[in-house]
């Protein structure tokens, strides 16, 4: 039987790596838009920097949670 906490758990978790990857797409449109000459702006660097460690965060949580969910199951 499933635990309704771990697939809400689950849900969420995935919704957080993908919410953070769309932020991500965001910033890359900005960065593609960049010119191949022109130094970057500290504040584009400050938000690629952020956006990318919150979804490094987001997507290391869900790697976590599956791991503890397959752990769960060999064990049964």
């Known amino acids: 039987m499933s635990d309704v906490n771990e697939i809400r ?6 919704r957080g790596a ?6 991500l797409a965001v910033v890359q449109e900005k960065v593609a838009a ?9 504040a584009l660097l400050e938000e690629l920097a ?3 460690l919150a ?5 290391h949580a869900l ?14």
């Open 18 to 23: 993908i919410d953070t990857a769309q932020t």
């Open 9 to 14: 758990a689950l849900k969420a978790s995935l």
């Open 63 to 76: 790697r976590g949670l599956i791991d503890t969910m397959l752990k769960r199951r060999e064990a049964a």
């Open 34 to 42: 960049l010119d191949d000459h022109a130094e970057p702006e500290a």
């Open 50 to 52: 952020r956006v990318s």
């Open 55 to 59: 979804h490094a965060v987001a997507s």
